[in-house]
């Protein structure tokens, strides 16, 4: 089921195992990353989802501000989901790599649920509904 469709995400809901997977088709705006990560959080939180994958490999690193918010307000948010597990499509681009590896390490918000780096969609999907065996 889509939940969201859009030039930069496309966020899908995978019913029969629980999964959400958002996919960020490129770059955008500042306003348009906060929007739809914390839609994306919303919809985990209003549908009890225990399992959601990033795939991040077409997103841009971050502006500062952007990379401020995110390791402050919204990681903070982020680690209070019901999620089981969390899976992440790395990115293409180095820079946005490495700010991926600072949100997955955070010392001020550490994520109380396992999350792994994958380079493709069928392996994280395939760890994400593993747990359910």
């Given amino acids: ?6 030039e930069y995400i496309h966020v899908e809901y995978y019913a029969e195992h629980h999964v959400l997977v958002s996919q960020w088709c490129g770059g955008c705006s500042s306003e348009e990353y906060r929007e739809a990560v ?8 209003k549908m009890n989802i225990p399992f959601a994958i990033s795939d991040r490999r077409l997103l841009h690193p971050l502006s500062v501000e952007d990379l401020r918010w995110t390791g402050t307000d919204f990681l903070k948010e982020f680690s209070q989901l019901p999620l089981k597990r969390f899976a992440i499509i790395n990115c293409f681009d180095e820079a946005a790599a490495k700010q991926l590896h600072y949100f997955l390490h955070s010392k001020r918000y550490p994520l109380p649920f396992e999350a792994q780096v994958f380079e493709d969609l069928t392996s994280a999907y395939e760890w994400l509904v593993s747990v359910e065996a």
């Fill in 1 to 6: 089921m889509v939940l969201f469709d859009s």
């Fill in 38 to 45: 914390t839609m994306t959080s919303n919809y985990i939180r």
